[in-house]
């Protein structure tokens, strides 16, 4: 019948540690028969040759007693062993809690600050005497910006953008060592002597982001070779943070502006309007509007081809933001129909603008080769309008008396009465030039 007691599976080195016991302790036992036998020996010795038996029994408990002596600290050696084999066992399995913990936050995490905080906190738990930088890429991905930098060394040079070019982590796609002390190959943008170890993140195939470990001391080349792998841990869990962070920022993207133009479209306008007219309203200030629509576009498509059509809508939208305030929304409210929202912005000032915006658009025409205008309605409220609304239908009303005047022109909503005493005489419609 078999044994049910489950048998344990013994590593390598605590098989030699028992063997050696085993091998001590069985030499102990002859030992301590050996010393019995000389014993026996010397005292029925004593009566022929007159030695003293009893140095031999001190003699033979001396080495009974060495022996239980390197019995007893052999034991504590495996002890000692034990307990180091525990401690690491429990800092790996603590290790391993806190890298899970930081995942779970990083999902909460909606921005890139969110993430880099909790990225911090659990390398500062983690790596307690290392500093550390994050550096995320930008838009057009031809740099890394500094999101987030904590406890580096006085004499550590940090930088707020890198070149991709400049780093070998980054070029082979692997974790690089900068070690000046030690003779190691440096990147071109580490011009100190601290040691840093840099991480690439990437995940689902692309790279998002470069993590830097750094550490200020004589050994810091082989310190950071032992918290390489840590290190690495951290940077793949905030690989797909800043992944997952990525995408929706492009889904939200995708969801508010238009891909041809990059301006916002016709439902984010709608909710700016409203939310800008109600903050006009509480603060006594105007909130107009601008709609302008390019002339003769079917025209320009049929004759140069919608390649250049895309072009001129293109350009048209960078010259309105490039003209208006940061704090004006400028959305493409449908074809080449585009809106353009003033916040704190009185009706006489929008028509100065929107006449700015005409020229501007009207001097696109020597860059693309043929003729671009475009025609603008401008209505405000209260100045025109009593609410969101009704202030885009005026506005469109205007831009259809524009179109009738003869195009290339800047026509004003008609006011209010209670606002057009006040305001006194002023031209609708602005001369063509």
């Known amino acids: 019948m078999s044994d049910p007691t489950p048998k344990t599976e013994l590593t390598g080195q605590a098989r030699f540690d028992l063997r050696t016991v085993d091998r001590v302790h069985n030499a102990s036992i002859t030992l301590q028969a050996l010393a019995i036998a000389a014993v026996i020996v010397m005292i029925s010795r004593e009566t022929e040759h007159g030695y003293d038996a009893l140095s031999f029994i001190v003699v033979a408990q001396v080495l009974v007693l060495a022996t239980q002596f390197a019995l007893r600290m052999l034991g504590r050696g495996i002890t000692m062993r034990g307990r180091s084999a525990y401690e690491v066992t429990r800092r790996a399995r603590e290790q391993i809690e806190e890298l899970f913990a930081m995942t779970d936050m990083l999902q909460a995490a909606e921005t890139y600050e969110d993430a880099s905080a909790v990225l911090m906190a659990t390398a500062r738990r983690l790596l307690p005497e290392y500093g550390a930088a994050l550096y995320v890429f930008n838009n057009s991905r031809d740099r890394l910006d500094l999101a987030r930098a904590w406890d580096l060394p006085a004499n550590y040079r940090v930088l707020e953008t890198l070149s991709p070019a400049n780093c070998w982590a980054l070029k082979r796609g692997k974790p690089h060592i900068n ?5 190691t190959l440096c990147c071109a943008h580490h011009g100190c002597e601290v ?23 004589p050994a810091a080349f082989s310190l950071l070779m032992e918290n390489r792998r840590l290190g690495r841990a951290l940077a793949d869990s905030m690989s797909l943070a800043l992944s997952n962070i990525a995408l929706r920022e492009k889904l939200r993207t995708q969801s508010l502006r238009d891909p041809l133009t990059g301006l916002y479209n016709r439902r984010y306008m709608e909710d700016a309007l409203e939310r ?8 006594g200030s105007s909130t107009a509007v601008v709609m302008l629509d390019l002339d003769n576009f079917k025209h320009l498509n049929d004759e140069h081809g919608h390649a250049k059509g895309d072009a001129v809508l293109r350009d048209v939208a960078a010259q309105i933001v490039g003209t208006l305030r940061p704090s004006d929304v400028v959305c493409r409210y449908g074809g080449e129909e585009l809106l353009a929202i003033l916040p704190d912005c009185a009706m006489e000032d929008a028509l100065e603008k929107a006449e700015m915006l005409r020229e501007r658009i009207e001097g696109l025409s020597d860059v693309h080769q043929c003729r671009i205008s475009a025609s603008f309605g401008v209505a405000a409220v209260p100045e025109a309008a009593t609410s969101a609304s009704d202030i885009v239908p005026m506005a469109d009303a205007a831009l259809y008396a524009a179109k009738k005047a003869g195009k290339n022109q800047v026509v004003a909503a008609d006011r209010r009465a209670a606002t057009r005493e006040a305001a006194g005489p002023r031209l609708a419609i602005t001369a063509k030039r």
Request: aromatic share 2%; glycine share 8%.
């Open 179 to 183: 070690a000046p002390v030690s003779n």
């Open 195 to 217: 040691a840093s170890v840099e991480i690439p993140m990437m995940a689902c195939g692309q790279l998002h982001g470069l993590l830097i470990v750094v550490r200020d001391d």
């Open 276 to 283: 800008f007219v109600s903050l006009g309203a509480r603060s």
